[in-house]
């Protein structure tokens, strides 16, 4: 799911929250209830004991979103094997540490527009997971997460200070690089390794020798 997928971040109109929430919320229990006999190919080649959400920029802010809605309702199947965030887009009404004050106005602009209905701004917790209305990350019902940034991303400082309130499985940071690199370089040694780090833990191979590891969510 991402946000160049079908479940696109929109908004459905004023008071709601943005519709790419609950259409890949919905997605995540299709694929549940499809791979228990609804749907024959996934039945026959899915398996709902290793499910992972991954995306990039917009689309990591859903795989965020999406996991804590799976955690409001914890009786829903399937469970959340782990999750990748690359370069994800999240921020504040305040500043951190690294951030710059442009990048910020121009987020903000954007998430008027992206959710009408937004009361706190940005510190609307669709958009700032560390706001202090949000849900406890910790209640995460995910067994491992693993958070990608770039070295030169404007969003880098914000990926860190999740990484560091969630204490996520990995952080592997690709140095000299930009948002999103990886989409326009494909071939190149620093995506090939951003590929294998995601290889490996996916493989449940999360140790010190392909990325930098914080403790354990569960």
């Not at 994800?88 to 690294?98: A, C, Q």
């Not at 067994?143 to 400082?157: I, K, N, Q």
């Not at 560091?164 to 499985?169: D, T």
């Not at 494909?186 to 403790?215: H, I, P, Q, T």
Request: glycine share 8%; hydrophobic share 45%.
């Amino acid at each position: 799911m991402g946000e160049r997928g079908s479940a696109a971040l929109a908004c459905v109109g004023r008071g709601a929250e943005p519709a790419g929430y609950k259409d890949s919320f919905r997605t995540l229990k299709w694929a549940a209830s499809a791979g228990n006999g609804d749907d024959p190919w996934l039945s026959r080649h899915g398996d709902l004991r290793r499910v992972f959400l991954t995306s990039d920029n917009t689309g990591g802010n859903i795989v965020h979103n999406v996991a804590m809605m799976a955690t409001a309702c914890a009786s829903s199947e399937p469970r959340i094997k782990g999750a990748v965030l690359l370069h994800t887009g999240f921020r504040g009404s305040e500043l951190i540490d690294g951030e710059a004050p442009t990048s910020m106005a121009m987020m903000e602009k954007l998430w008027a527009i992206v959710c009408l209905g937004a009361t706190d701004s940005m510190d609307d917790t669709w958009v700032n997971p560390l706001a202090i209305m949000a849900l406890s990350l910790w209640d995460l019902l995910c067994e491992r997460v693993l958070v990608c940034a770039a070295e030169l991303d404007s969003l880098l400082p914000r990926d860190k200070a999740y990484y560091e309130a969630i204490k996520a499985s990995g952080w592997f940071e690709s140095k000299g690089q930009d948002h999103v690199f990886f989409l326009f370089k494909l071939v190149y040694d620093v995506a090939v390794a951003l590929m294998d780090r995601l290889a490996m833990f996916f493989l449940g191979k999360w140790n010190s020798s392909c990325v930098r590891c914080g403790e354990r969510l569960r």
